[in-house]
């Protein structure tokens, strides 16, 4: 058997960014370890967590390319469904996030639009698509 069941993101403060998660889109936090390396948020089927850089450096003897709001962003993004866009964009960003592409009609039907959280990880914020 095998299962998707989380993404991690590493993030400078584990703490930070899940309380802007929780502020931003309202999911539930599950778990912070004591010393702020690791923490989890529950979205649904799939986990969503956080390890600090610390955690993933020491995990990661070769490196990994730290996220930076002030660059582009990487080439992946975290998909979240909901039925108003454009409301979520503006609780995100009252949280924190930036816009980085506003909302746009798709061909199939589906409203889609972009923004980056506190550390730069790209996220889409959609409508659910019509099947």
């Not at 390319?65 to 964009?89: C, N, R, W, Y």
């Not at 959609?126 to 099947?131: F, G, L, Q, S």
Request: net charge negative.
């Amino acid at each position: 058997m095998i299962q998707f069941k989380y993404t991690i993101l590493y993030v400078p403060d584990v703490t930070k960014a899940i309380t802007f998660y929780e502020a931003a889109f309202g999911f539930e936090r599950t778990f912070i370890s004591p010393d702020n390396d690791y923490g989890e948020l529950q979205t649904g089927p799939t986990t969503l967590s956080f390890a600090s850089e610390t955690l993933a450096g020491s995990n990661l003897p070769n490196g990994f390319v730290h996220a930076d709001a002030a660059q582009k962003p990487f080439a992946i993004e975290l998909g979240f469904v909901t039925d108003d866009v454009s409301a979520m964009i503006e609780k995100a960003i009252a949280a924190g996030a930036s816009l980085y592409a506003a909302p746009a009609v798709k061909p199939w039907g589906q409203t889609v639009a972009y923004v980056r959280d506190i550390n730069g990880f790209l996220i889409e914020l959609c409508t659910p698509v019509a099947h």
